[in-house]
């Protein structure tokens, strides 16, 4: 039976300081608008953080079949432009990969998946993630939460492992 687990951000690097922030770092470890969230300002490409998650522990003990990026954001509709792409770098711990969505009209989860990036635990472990914002003229993006989703399998079970003696 697969299982689901969720690795909300527990850190953040000041690598890109360009969004506004609101609260106290790192600003994304739970939805808690508008207590704790970042805004993208007007302009083009406007990055922010470079954030981390905690270790899984899991290597070895399962199987990791799908891995996904969720961003809990709102987007402001700019006029002329429509609603505001977000781009969001994914590092597997040695080179990045970058993801382009439109963000929603209302709150609501942005799935990114990664699983095809992101296909070990080691890879997990040492996944980070920045945002960027593509253009954003009059429009805006505000980001209340960022996590890693993490499906997994077990590792088979032998009758060895349980203790049968045949």
Known sequence: MPTTTY??????DTTYQQWGRI????????IDYPVNYIIAPDGRVKKEGIWDFPNS???NAETLNNVYVEVYCLGGEDPDLGMP???IYVYDGST???YSLTTPAS??????NVSAFINTWAKLDACQ????????????????CLRLRAVST????????????F
């Open 7 to 12: 690795y909300y951000t527990n850190d953040r």
């Open 129 to 144: 993630v920045y945002l960027d914002n593509v253009l954003i003229v009059s429009g805006s993006i505000d980001v209340d």
């Open 154 to 165: 077990p590792a088979a079970v032998t009758r060895k492992s349980m203790g049968f003696i």
């Open 85 to 87: 792409s977000l781009k």
């Open 107 to 112: 709150w609501s989860w942005l799935i990114f």
């Open 57 to 59: 522990g899991s290597e």
């Open 96 to 98: 990045w990969q970058s």
């Open 23 to 30: 609260g106290t770092t790192p600003y994304l470890s739970a």
